[in-house]
């Protein structure tokens, strides 16, 4: 085994707490999924779809570019799923007006209806599991589950994400 991959390497922290902790994160995931995964298939999409869908319908107007430093993937893959969403009417394309090389990525009616159809049922399950009295203190859960899921992202990516969620927020009002 690689002495950087070790288990000596790792920082202490009891392992059965922290495997736990993983085994939870990996079925709260499998869960939190589920539901858009069903859906999602009878559109003949998968998860790519719906992360597409989901930062186009939140944050109108992203570009390409925006959109691949968001989802960490390659042009070939957005491509492929881009061109589904759009080719069934999902997603529009609108030329930036400043930079007409800029394609600007919107959800069509038809998308922002199926986009907030999967949200909805993926807020549900937040909003239930934050309200479950399986939490010690259900008014502080929330704060808890963001500064958990924050420290679980890059460090180096924390600001980008921050930032994006601060573009959501500002558009709403």
Known sequence: MDALASPQNAPVVEESVTNDLVELLFFAY?????????MLADYGFGRAHHRVLHFVYHYPGLTIAELLDILQITKQSLNRVLKDLIEQGYIVQKTGKS????????????????????????VRRVARAIADPVADE?????????GFLMAMIEPEERAAVRSLMARRIRDRS
């Open 99 to 122: 930079d007409r090389r800029q394609r600007l990525l919107f959800c069509s009616k038809t998308g922002a209806t199926l986009t907030a159809e999967l949200t909805r049922v993926q």
């Open 138 to 146: 259900p008014k502080g859960a929330h704060a808890a589950a963001q």
């Open 30 to 38: 499998r869960d939190f999924v589920g539901d858009p995964d069903r």
